[in-house]
Nanobody, 123 residues
Framework: QVQLAESGGRLVQPGDSLRLSCQSS????????VGWFRQAPGKKREFVAG????????DYEDFAKGRFTISRDNDKSTAFLQMNGLKPEDTAVYYC????????????????WGQGTQVTVSS
C-alpha cells in the first residue's frame, strides 16, 4: 500500500510560482512512479506530469512543458511539482498519484491517490 499527502496549494497571482509537495508513506518510494494530475471545476481530471521511480525519466502534458517541473527525493519520500508562470487556467485541485508502471497509466487505472491540494490563480 502507498499513502500520499499533498501540500503547498494556495491562492497566488498570475505569473507567480508555486511548489507543491507530495509526501508518501508505505512502500519504498523508489519502487513506484509518481504523477501529478489536476481537476478544474466542471472538468475531467487530467495528467500534468510524471516521473519514474528512479527519477531519471519525466514526461509532461503539453500545457506544462516549459513552465512546470516534476522532481522527487526518494530519501525523503517526497515528490514535487514546481510551477512557474502560473495562469488563471491553472486553477484546479492538484492530485499526487502513484503507479507501479512508468509512464503512469490513465486516470482510471492509477491505483494510489492523495486527497488533493487547491491551487487558485487569480488577481
Amino acid at each position: 500500500q502507498v499513502q500520499l499527502a499533498e501540500s503547498g496549494g494556495r491562492l497566488v497571482q498570475p505569473g507567480d510560482s508555486l511548489r507543491l509537495s507530495c509526501q508518501s508513506s508505505g512502500r519504498a518510494m523508489s519502487a513506484y512512479a509518481v504523477g501529478w494530475f489536476r481537476q478544474a471545476p466542471g472538468k475531467k481530471r487530467e495528467f500534468v506530469a510524471g516521473i519514474s521511480g528512479s527519477g531519471r525519466s519525466v514526461d509532461y502534458e503539453d500545457f506544462a512543458k516549459g513552465r512546470f517541473t516534476i522532481s522527487r527525493d526518494n530519501d525523503k519520500s517526497t515528490a514535487f511539482l514546481q510551477m512557474n508562470g502560473l495562469k488563471p487556467e491553472d486553477t484546479a485541485v492538484y492530485y499526487c498519484a502513484a503507479d507501479w508502471t512508468y509512464p503512469l497509466r490513465s486516470v482510471h487505472a492509477v491505483p494510489y491517490w492523495g486527497q488533493g491540494t487547491q491551487v487558485t490563480v487569480s488577481s
